[in-house]
């Protein structure tokens, strides 16, 4: 283990919860909460995998997604994406845009370390 | 007596559900083609040895096509048996069970009109549900505080040993996140008491939209040197609009419509269709106007000026109904897609040509209409991009008789028409005959 995971999501328990599980697990946390300069922060750091959320200040996480994958650097890098929509178009919308897994809130914490250490396993 | 005089609209649409041409069962029943097109359309009475020759030939009992049923109740029973999937009603008897039972059959047109009230009700409803920013941003924002909390609480329940500055920590980000998911639901709450308290808003935004063209008649002649203030104003002053949404759609329709008007004024028209005559490409010509122009407000204008009123309908380049100014005869579906041989939709594969076709629209009236179609590029011109466009039909009733040029439906579920390539799914009223 000791593989680096950036979380971009803009609530802060939310991000505190998720450093702390990953964390506990071996994983090395960085995170980010806007959608502004993401993209830039994600081609920085060049994570083992990205926890993205999709409602973010400045830019959804679809646009993100969408930019990471016409790039060649992170054309092939994990992303797990999180929403509070879970309807069939969302999961489209994701899977379309290059999301590597989907995963609606309100998760449990099991589900998203099974996530992070199958694609990054991957 | 009044039945009687139908006797023609019911032969003619029972040889249509049959997919027989006029001319082949004029030559079966040994009268010319001219004589059954009299029948038809109810100029010629019609009785004794031709009527049985004819119900003969269209393998039904002469009583339907003399005595037939009241029209209303059995198109409503029509239009119940097509949308249903889960029966199979006897569709070719819906003109004898109407006659026998009318008190039954009126029961299930009356269900029929309750249950298409429901469902408009909960498309309402879902529409609501699906656009309202309020409800959608409540909703993120409670899931959201739903995710924290559970994520921390599962923290707290499943590590063994947690140092005493994390435990803390989750603690209060649990105390914090708990009341923060309380007081949004407190306000989705007040906020769904007070939508429920909202008799308003049980339409969509485009029907508020025709509903308040309607009202006007699609006439906003009297707004021409309106300022954009006292424009904004007259929008917000409509009792139909409930909603922005409803408001920022009017204000587009009668944006334009005013620059309908300006375009060509009532005293321009008022000479060019005198005597009933509708010209719209000579209008376009003579006042070096858009066709779409022309045609948005002949029907603006048909109500006062000509002696039937005109009907409109415009989409967009998916084909979905925006504008629509309803004339008898005419059908134009709420909910369903329209049938795609409509010169509208032809339209849009020709852009800027204008397109004149007449029409019969199916069913028991057979009436006849004269379109004119046209598709013109919305917005601005861009280099290197494909415009959009919109498409318009101006429909003119017809009041002569004549052979169907081009038999078109309302839409698939509700069309007889037999051998349509058109067809986007099944009719129950073409399997009758």
């Known amino acids: 283990m000791g593989k680096n995971v950036l979380v971009i999501e803009d609530e802060p328990n939310i991000i505190e919860a998720i450093s702390f599980i990953l964390s506990r697990d071996g994983w090395s946390v960085a995170t980010h909460s806007n959608g502004h300069d993401a993209v830039g922060v994600v081609q920085a750091s060049m994570p083992d995998l990205v926890i993205l959320d999709v409602m973010l200040p400045g830019k959804t996480g679809y646009d993100i997604l969408r930019e990471l994958r016409s790039e060649d650097a992170t054309q092939g890098l994990p992303v797990l994406m999180l929403t509070a929509k879970g309807q069939v178009k969302d999961r489209e919308m994701a899977e379309r845009a290059g999301a590597s897994r989907f995963m609606t809130k309100p998760f449990s914490n099991a589900e998203v370390l099974d996530a992070v250490r199958e694609l990054v396993a991957g | 007596m009044v039945q009687q005089t139908l006797a023609g609209s019911r032969i003619r649409e029972r040889r249509v559900m049959a997919g027989l041409r006029q001319a082949e069962l004029a030559r079966q029943v040994g009268i010319s083609g001219s004589y059954l097109n009299l029948i038809e359309h109810n100029r010629r009475r019609i009785g004794g040895k031709l009527l049985n020759d004819i119900a003969q030939a269209l393998n039904v009992e002469p009583s339907l096509l003399s005595e037939g049923a009241e029209a209303a109740l059995l198109s409503a029973l029509r239009e119940a048996a097509a949308e249903t999937e889960a029966v199979a009603p006897e569709l070719e008897r819906g003109d004898e069970f109407a006659g026998r039972f009318p008190g039954w059959a009126g029961l299930i047109a009356e269900q029929h009109k309750r249950l298409r009230s429901l469902e408009h009700t909960a498309a309402t409803l879902t529409d609501r549900l699906t656009h309202d920013p309020h409800l959608a941003t409540s909703v993120h924002e409670m899931l959201t505080m739903v995710t924290a909390i559970r994520s921390t609480a599962g923290i707290l329940a499943d590590t063994k040993e947690i140092e005493p500055e994390w435990r803390n920590r989750f603690h209060r980000n649990l105390n914090e996140d708990s009341q923060r998911l309380a007081e949004g639901a407190e306000q989705l709450v007040a906020y769904l008491d007070d939508a429920g308290d909202a008799s308003a808003g049980m339409t969509l935004p485009l029907e508020e939209v025709e509903a308040m063209l309607a009202a006007h008649k699609f006439r ?99 084909g979905t109904l925006m504008l629509r100014k309803p004339v008898e005869g005419f059908a134009i579906p709420r909910f369903s897609g329209a049938c795609p041989k409509w010169p509208l939709f032809q339209a849009l594969s020709r852009p800027m040509q204008a397109l004149r076709q007449t029409v019969t629209m199916t069913g028991r009236e057979a009436k006849r209409f004269d379109c004119y179609a046209v598709s013109e590029p919305i917005g601005t011109i861009q280099v290197n991009v494909a415009p959009l466009y919109h498409s318009y039909m101006l429909i003119v009733p017809l009041e002569e008789s004549g052979d169907a040029e081009a038999a078109v439906g309302s839409s698939c579920r509700v069309c007889p028409l037999a051998h349509c390539e058109g067809r986007r799914e099944p009719s129950l009223l073409a399997d009758v005959g």
């Not at chain 2, 006292?230 to 944006?255: G, I, W």
């Not at chain 2, 005109?310 to 967009?316: A, F, K, P, Q, Y």
């Open chain 2, 220 to 318: 906003f002649d009297s707004l021409v040197n309106a300022t954009p203030d006292e424009l904004s104003a007259f929008v917000a002053d409509q009792a139909q609009l409930t909603s922005d949404a409803a408001r920022d759609m009017a204000m587009t329709v009668v944006r334009q419509l005013r620059a309908d008007a300006r375009l060509l004024s009532l005293d321009m028209l008022e000479r060019q269709v005198e005597g009933g005559k509708v010209a719209p490409a000579q209008i376009a010509s003579d006042y070096g106007v858009p066709l779409s122009t022309v045609l948005r407000r002949l029907a603006a204008v048909s109500d006062e000026m000509l002696p039937m009123p005109l009907g409109l309908v415009m989409c967009d380049a998916a």
